[in-house]
């Protein structure tokens, strides 16, 4: 994988970061893309410093002028992107009732029209070079979670742009498959537990009771699965959903 260069969205902070850090200690040379400028120019000197090769860019993957011009740069700067992450998300949580309809298009634009102006611009290269690896990021809400009918449906909805994907791309050998953590310990769980105005610590501790390994994730449990599946081994794994949740799934 060392001639390998990868994008991950979302990557200032969070699942994103880790995902960029671990890849880039698999030796992939990586473009951190996220709308927190900072963030992902700091991440992008970390991989530098390590001894890697990356690079940092404020992107907003909504916009297809901006998405189309990042993986211009990323080419240009790296080499041709063939294993992208997509990874970029927001919340914007509430019941139904109480839901705006901007709310429902933020949280739907970011997610899948990120991911699909994303792919479409690297699936390009991919197809080019004959080696793909694709990676959306979904989550156990696609499964349903109260208050979150934007996200979950979101979520769900990259569930079946993964599978149609991998159809539409394996004879180019390219795959496609979606990891869906449960609760990972972030800014954007943290985030959650201040909105329902109680601490942190209890928001984990009351979540860990429920998950049969008797812990909460961490990004860098997210960041061990996406390294597999865009490894060469990973070569036969497509069109999957994988549920990194501690335990079982409906």
Do not use: C
Request: hydrophobic share 45%.
């Amino acid at each position: 994988m060392a001639d390998r260069v990868a994008i991950v969205t979302g990557a200032a902070r969070g699942i994103g970061a880790a995902v960029a850090q671990r890849l880039a200690a698999d030796g992939l040379a990586v473009a951190l893309l996220d709308l927190d400028e900072q963030g992902v120019l700091d991440g992008a000197d970390k991989i530098v410093a390590g001894g890697g090769r990356a690079i940092g860019l404020k992107v907003d993957v909504s916009d297809e002028e901006q998405v189309d011009a990042a993986v211009a740069k990323v080419t240009e700067k790296l080499g041709p992107p063939t294993v992208l992450i997509n990874n970029a998300g927001v919340l914007r949580d509430n019941l139904l009732f109480k839901m705006t309809t901007e709310d429902w298009d933020t949280v739907m634009n970011v997610h899948l029209r990120g991911a699909f102006l994303m792919s479409k611009a690297v699936q390009a290269h991919q197809t080019k070079e004959g080696f793909g690896r694709i990676v959306n990021l979904s989550s156990t809400s696609a499964l349903g979670n109260r208050g979150q009918a934007n996200y979950s449906a979101a979520k769900a909805g990259l569930q079946g742009f993964t599978k149609t994907l991998a159809i539409e791309l394996g004879k180019f050998g390219v795959t496609v498959n979606a990891i869906a953590p449960g609760f990972i310990a972030t800014e954007m769980t943290k985030a959650t537990a201040e909105r329902m105005k109680i601490s942190f610590e209890d928001l984990i501790n009351g979540a860990a009771q429920t998950i049969p390994v008797a812990r909460v994730g961490q990004p860098e449990d997210i960041a061990h699965t996406a390294s597999f599946l865009v490894s060469e081994g990973a070569g036969f794994v497509s069109g999957q959903v994988i549920y990194v949740a501690g335990g079982p799934k409906d």
